[in-house]
T-cell receptor, first 109, second 113 residues
Framework: RKEVEQDPGPFNVPEGATVAFNCTYS??????FFWYRQDCRKEPKLLMS???SGNEDGRFTAQLNRASQYISLLIRDSKLSDSATYLC??????????FGAGTTVTVRA | EPEVTQTPSHQVTQMGQEVILRCVPI?????FYWYRQILGQKVEFLVS????????KSEIFDDQFSVERPDGSNFTLKIRSTKLEDSAMYFC???????????FGQGTRLTVV
């Protein structure tokens, strides 16, 4: 089983729409959770950390469900600039982050 | 804003040659990482480095690979004898503590011909 699995998409949504997607992880001892964003041929950039209580950053909301071992990301009021690949990242210990393959989101005008 | 810097941005090398990829992590960070991403594939963990030694490494990080922190600022990845399948984007990253978010450099695109 893969360490981190994501729905690859693509999610093709109109501007202003809400889009949500999940990620599952296999290691129940995982300690830290993040969403990164990656634009084509660029480096991953931290979008937000994910906390057990769930957290929100502007139009972005992340949730963590430890019991079911999944993380979600919801984007409200999508902008054209939100078009990117969203990477689910899980820290299994102090020394390693495991990446999902990414979910591609395309926002159209 | 502090950032991770990598050089060169692009390197072309012949199969069998040695390459050294260089990184300057964020200055007060203590954990350092190398990842790679083959075109069209996911980001893969190679190695982490803390307290002047390797903390963890993946199966990809075989005897052909080594890392070094030769001074207080640089963190290097050496590939001793490159293979065609080493062609990828190599990302350096650093974090202030373990188990926290890592910040990535812009990457070195390695092309082995």
């Amino acid at each position: 089983r893969k360490e981190v699995e994501q729905d690859p998409g693509p999610f093709n949504v109109p501007e202003g729409a809400t889009v949500a997607f999940n990620c599952t992880y296999s290691n129940s001892a995982s300690q830290s959770f993040f969403w990164y964003r990656q634009d084509c041929r660029k480096e991953p950039k931290l979008l937000m950390s994910v906390y057990s209580s769930g957290n929100e950053d502007g139009r972005f909301t992340a949730q963590l469900n430890r019991a079911s071992q999944y993380i979600s990301l919801l984007i409200r009021d999508s902008k054209l600039s939100d078009s990117a690949t969203y990477l689910c990242v899980v820290g299994s210990n102090d020394y390693k982050l495991s990446f999902g393959a990414g979910t591609t989101v395309t926002v159209r005008a | 804003e502090p950032e991770v810097t990598q050089t060169p941005s692009h390197q072309v090398t012949q199969m069998g040659q040695e390459v050294i990829l260089r990184c300057v992590p964020i200055s007060n960070h203590l954990y350092f990482y190398w990842y790679r991403q083959i075109l069209g594939q996911k980001v893969e963990f190679l190695v982490s480095f803390y307290n002047n030694e390797i903390s963890e490494k993946s199966e990809i990080f075989d005897d052909q690979f080594s890392v070094e922190r030769p001074d207080g600022s640089n963190f290097t990845l050496k590939i001793r004898s490159t293979k065609l399948e080493d062609s990828a984007m190599y990302f350096c990253a650093s974090s202030s503590t373990g188990n926290t978010e890592a910040f990535f450099g812009q990457g070195t695109r390695l092309t082995v011909v």
